[in-house]
């Protein structure tokens, strides 16, 4: 007889394996665009480049919390709330970044980001002041 438990735990452990296999290829593939793009700030304007770059760093950035988060996974089996939020906090951060950069968002949606970071700060702050290992 099959016991589930256990057929379901190798499952979840062997995608958990492949996801990190692939985040970690991605976090390759992100520092070697990131080198290869440094060059596009002598040649190209400075600014353009520059925005480049900063977008690109703020892309890996994600990805190592991605990285962080599923690792977590694969040793306590359970995902924490502050590596969530964490994650999140860091592509509404992006995202306002690359808004100011680009000139690209009005003010309204820096408005609605710079709230929903501050609701992600509160959230972030209980989660660690209230988690049960506190307790």
Do not use: C, Q, W
Request: net charge neutral; no cysteine.
């Amino acid at each position: 007889m099959i016991d589930h438990s256990k057929f379901f735990k190798k499952i979840t452990d062997s995608i958990i394996t492949i996801v990190l296999y692939v985040l970690l290829l991605v976090l390759i593939a992100g520092m070697l665009r990131i080198l290869l793009d440094i060059p596009t700030i002598a040649i190209d304007s400075l600014e353009g480049g520059f925005n480049r770059i900063v977008t690109n760093v703020l892309t890996l950035f994600i990805v190592i919390e991605f990285f962080k988060t599923f690792a977590d996974y694969s040793k306590l089996e359970r995902i924490k709330l502050t590596d969530i939020t964490d994650v999140t906090i860091l592509i509404a951060m992006r995202e306002v970044t690359v808004g100011l950069y680009s000139k690209s968002y009005g003010y309204e949606t820096i408005f609605a980001l710079s709230a929903l970071l501050l609701v992600l700060g509160v959230i972030r702050v209980m989660a660690i002041r209230y988690s049960p290992e506190n307790a």
